[in-house]
């Protein structure tokens, strides 16, 4: 859940649940309710509660949301919107669905497997492509406002499930239009993938951007560190006066034409690099044009499936019939359950009564109409065949010439009088005019009997109604009468009122 330090909300997000931390910022996932069900999971960047004292670093926030704001590019993360709730200062931008080239690494690194050149390539393509993008970018003046990242690492380029690559977190980028200044001597951004200018505190361009792209390559290709050591000063030192080391010396039979770019992308001198981030994607691209299989983001999103399968990532799902803003006094839940391969978390929230209600009537009615339709069909199969129902009309046509005899011979009222079983199977067929088997004939009760004779010899038919049962079928020429006291006879036949 939650924790008690994240707030539920922030201006009109509502957060559910912390992804990272970091030391300026903390990542939360949460998502963004409108009207008509509208919901849209995203990522609320927070400056850390104990940092908002500390002017310098709400000043470096505000201008990486002003900064990141303004840039629009499929390989950069887009910024949606910045706010202040409380005195806290935040700002969203794309939820991603993927991991970082960190976590790519090492889940090939547990597989035994390295990450295919024509992925490293597609990657890195799209990384510069991106770098180009912010090196170049104006503002609404027309004024080139410089922009260096400072921080192209492993942990800030995304690798969607997609095939996607995206640059994030522009918090240290530095332009010439901020409001904000790095202090003389002050080193931003992770030391093994700083430039040689960087180490040594000198003035940065966006060829320092370039060093930093090119040992990601580096690392990918030979699938190793290109700078180790126990201490960062060490590290420091051999970035900003040794040159780096050829992949060849590592991975026999690395491709000469793509050695080449990689070490003109590490030159420790500015001026030997490649000037731009565009030429250095042309490079890679003119390379790969000459390399099969060609990069695509397709093959890269078979690899992500093959590193991170869909039973084993994160799943962030949001039930939509139980969505309700906590304003409306529901609380959030996260809700984990385990599968065979791995962890799935479902993010949802518990609804609040007024909205259970239609629900829970539905299902009463529901379960009350299956009731009775079920225990109605019981009875059915249950119950004995009823002597005396009445029965169902048919049309004259379809009516067998027994039973219209019959009727004709006492004209009473059929509800009153019992009714022989009903047949396996229907007497004539309506669409085909073919008589069905004859129905067997029923023995009189009786009474019934004295009643026939009474009718045969003309006199009357009894009172209040009383209906003489007729056979079921007519006496054809040269049958035999059924015997009324014979084996045919039934001794349990009901009787009519007097």
């Known amino acids: 859940m939650v924790s008690a330090s994240v707030p539920n ?33 995203l990522v609320v960047k927070r400056v850390l509660p104990q940092l ?23 390989n950069i993360v887009q910024v949606y919107d910045i706010g202040a709730t409380d005195g806290q200062y935040y700002l969203t931008m794309e939820f991603l669905e993927g991991a970082d080239l960190s976590k790519v690494l090492r889940a090939s690194t547990e597989l035994g497997m390295k990450i295919p050149l024509e ?49 994030v977190d522009f918090g240290i980028a530095k332009a010439s239009q901020s409001i904000s200044t790095t202090r003389t001597g ?13 180490c040594r505190s000198e003035a940065l361009d966006q060829r320092s951007d370039i060093y930093s792209a090119a040992i990601l390559l580096w690392e990918l290709s030979v699938h190793r560190r290109l700078f180790e050591s126990e201490s960062e000063l060490e590290i420091m030192n051999r970035i900003a006066y040794r040159d780096a080391p050829k992949p060849s010396d590592f991975v026999p ?48 999103s078979q690899f992500m499936g093959t590193l991170f399968p869909a039973s084993e990532r994160p799943s962030f799902n949001i039930d939509s019939e139980e969505a309700v803003a906590p304003d409306r006094g529901a ?15 479902s993010i949802g929230v518990r609804t609040s009564k007024a909205q259970e209600s239609p629900r829970v009537v539905r299902a009463v009615w529901v379960l009350a109409l299956t009731a009775a339709a079920l225990g ?42 019992p009714s022989p ?30 009643l026939a004779a009474k009718s045969k010899s003309g006199g009357a038919t009894g009172s209040r109604g009383t209906h003489a049962r007729q056979p079921a079928q007519t006496k054809s020429a040269g049958s035999a009468a059924p015997n009324p006291t014979g084996p045919d006879h039934r001794l349990d036949e009901p009787l009519l009122p007097p």
């Open 9 to 41: 909300r922030l201006g009109k997000y509502e957060i559910l649940r912390p992804l990272a931390q970091g030391g300026m910022a903390e990542i939360l996932l949460a998502r963004a309710i409108g009207i008509e069900g509208f919901h849209k999971l």
């Open 52 to 74: 908002l004292a500390e002017r310098s670093m709400v000043e470096m926030f505000l201008n990486e949301a002003r900064l990141a704001a303004t840039l629009q590019h499929q």
């Open 119 to 167: 992925h490293v390539l597609l990657i890195m393509i799209s990384v510069l492509a991106g770098l180009h993008y912010a090196h170049e970018k104006r503002d609404a003046e027309g004024r080139w406002l410089r922009i260096v990242h400072r921080d192209v690492s492993p942990h800030n380029v995304i690798v969607t499930y997609e095939g996607m690559t995206k640059l």
């Open 186 to 198: 002050a080193i931003r951004g992770k030391v093994p993938y700083m430039s040689p200018e960087q």
């Open 253 to 300: 039979g690395y491709p000469r034409e793509l050695e080449a770019i990689v070490m003109k992308g590490l030159a420790r001198e500015r001026d030997a690099r490649f000037p731009t981030a565009a030429e250095f994607q042309v490079a890679l691209e003119g390379f790969a044009h000459q390399r099969s299989p060609f990069p695509s983001s397709r093959g890269l």
């Open 331 to 345: 609380t959030t839940v996260l809700r984990r359950s385990r599968t065979p391969k791995g962890r799935q978390i």
């Open 376 to 417: 109605g069909a019981w009875r059915v199969m249950r119950s004995p065949i009823s002597v005396g129902a009445a029965p169902s009309a048919a049309p004259a046509s379809s009516v067998a010439p027994e039973v219209a005899a019959r009727s004709a011979v006492v004209p009473t009222p059929s509800t009153l009088a």
């Open 421 to 450: 079983a009903p047949a396996p199977f229907p007497i004539t067929s309506a669409s085909t005019g073919v008589d069905a088997p004859s129905v067997p004939k029923l023995p009189l009760a009786p009474r019934e009997r004295r």
